[in-house]
């Protein structure tokens, strides 16, 4: 079988054939009829939330809870540390309409910090009559004195290349295994959904089974309407794995280029047949409203730091709203880059200012991976020239060379993307920029989507593949393994950082211990 990487399966298309049939379909508040695990939709009677509970940028006082009505309704959360709820303190939300796809958000706040917190959602009708309670809990962060530990996981890449829910097998059963865990947070470093890549009911897989996926009419084909954007997100939430994660797991959210579309840059101009609107930027700010409307994020802007007590400050990128054209990527323009020049110096100055033991910055797309996009265009950092720093590694070459001279140590890199696991160490010592200090790199994914790679590294910066698990061809289904998410361990005294990168079984496929540099 010719080679062939996820790039180049999501340019030409879905991975299944033509003549497959599609599944019987249905909105976004419902399920298809192959599962009996989504929520159903109500027509009559009291309000209710259609697709559970989520909550998302929790710090040491204020987390941000959310839901999604089946009705217009007024969302009602109540909290507190108790599991009966009998301290519960009372929040009247926001009025959930049409306009915002009937979901909303409360922000909790002067909450106590390094506790869990307990809350109980439900949605008022125009009367005051109320339909049932959903129930879910989060860990707030500790406070900036608190010598706690914290303890978190992160993946990435969702539903991706034609593998959605399938029932056959429990649905997607690697959140479940993050759950059991009880991380005190979820870090989901980007390709949230795939907005590009259709389901269909059934697929081939090369062992003679079959492979089912749940589907629903907004998941048949590419997104372009709001609508479509929207029911990506719905869908997620259909499979009872993901339902049961995000009412007890407080998330980070980041966006890559799928929630939007392979690749995609500001200003691009589609030639791919399966658009009618070509624009990018009309695409992206659908899909943008929809990330906002469906994801617990506590900020319009993507990238922003949250901090986890004396040990922990988490640096969330957006490498991609302020991203440059994808060309050969050896320009000499400092002027471009991925990040723009406010996020760029919004880092080096956090970085520069942060007292935490760990720096984690949460790059989307990976630092010294080789990403194609296509022939010549190149989608990362990197492009496979293992000289001085050109085109986008200058961006990061600032930085890195910026955090040398403050004196800032304690920098790792978590990321996704590339859709299996690595520890790549960075080293001045093998590169050929020389002016940062040694940091890792730790990669994981998919949770949910074809596995790949490995990909080719870039030497700019030096970097060392100390551990790979990747599948031995291009796109292994969920079925046949290697999907990963990888699980961060602070232990509140000494400070040793330890990274378990596992994958969909919970299985601990490689370990290290990081200590801090006093």
């Keep these: 079988m010719t080679s062939v990487d996820r790039r180049t399966l999501l340019r030409t298309g879905s991975v299944v054939g033509a003549g497959l049939a599609i599944a019987p379909v249905v ?12 929520p159903a939709y109500v027509a009559s009677g009291r309000p209710s939330l259609s697709h559970g509970v989520q909550s998302g940028d929790a710090t040491a006082s204020s987390a941000i809870v959310w839901g999604r009505a089946d009705r217009p309704g007024r969302l009602i959360v109540e909290y507190g540390t108790r599991p009966d709820l009998r301290d519960a303190h009372r929040v009247r939300g926001p009025w959930l309409t049409p306009d915002g796809d009937l979901t909303g958000r409360v922000r909790l706040r002067d909450l106590p910090s390094g506790r869990r917190i307990h809350y109980r959602v439900r949605v008022e009708g125009e009367r005051g009559a109320a339909g049932q309670a959903v129930t879910g809990s989060l860990l707030t962060a500790p406070s900036e004195r608190s010598r706690s530990g914290v303890r978190f996981v992160w993946s990435g890449d969702t539903v991706g290349q034609g593998w959605g829910s399938n029932p056959d097998i429990g649905g997607m059963t690697i959140f479940e295994q993050m759950r059991r865990l009880r991380p005190d947070f979820f870090l989901n470093s980007g390709d949230t959904v ?3 890549g259709p389901l269909v009911e059934s697929v081939p897989l090369p062992d003679g089974r079959i492979w089912h996926n749940v589907v629903t009419p907004e998941k048949s084909k590419v997104a372009e309407s709001l609508t479509e954007y929207r029911g990506q997100f719905a869908y997620n939430l259909l499979d009872r794995n993901y339902r049961a994660f995000a009412a007890e797991v407080a998330q980070i959210n980041q966006w890559d280029d799928h929630e939007v579309r392979n690749n995609w840059y500001p200003g691009q ?22 990330f906002r409307e469906w994801v617990p994020i506590g900020d319009d802007r993507v990238y922003r730091k949250l901090s986890y007590g004396r040990h922990l400050d988490v640096f969330v990128l957006d490498m991609r709203t302020y991203k440059d054209p994808n060309d050969d990527n050896r320009y000499a323009d400092p002027k471009r880059g991925m990040l723009g020049d406010r996020q760029r110096q919004w880092l080096i100055e956090g970085l520069s200012q942060s007292r935490a033991t760990w720096k984690v910055i949460a790059n989307d797309l990976p630092l010294g991976l080789v990403v194609p996009d296509g022939a010549v265009a190149q989608e990362g950092v990197a492009q496979g020239d293992p000289g001085k720093p050109l085109g986008r590694e200058m961006e990061f070459a600032t930085i890195l060379r910026t955090a040398q001279r403050r004196g800032v140590r304690g920098i790792v890199f978590l990321t996704a993307d590339v859709h299996y696991t690595a520890a790549h160490h960075y080293d001045p010592s093998r590169a050929a920029f020389k002016d940062f200090d040694p940091f890792w790199e730790f990669v994981s994914g998919p949770l949910n989507a074809g596995a790949f790679g490995p990909n080719a590294l870039d030497g700019t910066f030096g970097p060392k593949a100390e551990f790979v698990h990747a599948p031995p061809r291009a796109n292994y289904s969920p079925l046949e393994g290697f999907q990963h998410f990888g699980e961060v361990e602070i232990d509140g005294p000494s400070g040793n950082l330890t990274v378990n990168l596992r994958d969909g079984a919970s299985t601990v496929l490689w370990s290290k211990t990081l200590r801090p540099v006093r």
């Design 27 to 38: 909105g976004a508040g419902s399920a298809s009829a192959t599962t009996s695990d989504a």
């Design 194 to 196: 795939y907005s590009d």
């Design 269 to 290: 101009i589609l030639e791919d047949a399966r658009y009618t609107e070509k624009r990018v930027d009309v695409l992206a700010a659908r899909a943008k409203q929809a």
